[in-house]
């Protein structure tokens, strides 16, 4: 995972697959960066993810109540077309921001 901070924005890039497993390093790596000073924006890179199972989607949306807490705004860019079409069947691209 690499992480980036331009500014007001912030990227982080999320790499292979995303399962509960890797939960505890994508905690330890947005939790903090959500209370960056100045901090307005969080892009997380998604164009080299594998997979992501269910309970990473659930991540996902503490991430966004986290940052919405903080005052950032969180989108999720790039995803695979795979990927874009589960967020779609289960309406996530209707709770998160996501940028194709």
């Known amino acids: 995972m690499r992480n980036q901070v331009t500014g ?3 990227t982080l890039d999320f790499v292979g697959r995303l399962t509960h497993e890797q939960h505890p390093a994508l905690r330890a790596q947005v939790f903090p960066l959500l209370a960056t000073p100045g901090l307005e924006t969080l892009r ?3 164009s080299a993810v594998e997979y992501i199972d269910s309970s990473t989607l659930g991540l996902f949306l503490l991430i966004q109540e986290r940052a ?3 005052g950032v705004e969180v989108v999720f ?3 695979s077309p795979a ?4 967020f779609r069947a289960l ?3 209707r709770l998160l921001a996501i940028e194709a």
């Open 8 to 10: 007001p924005v912030a």
């Open 44 to 46: 997380i890179d998604l």
């Open 68 to 70: 919405d807490l903080a």
């Open 77 to 79: 860019v790039h995803p």
């Open 83 to 86: 990927l874009m079409g589960e």
């Open 91 to 93: 309406h996530f691209n």
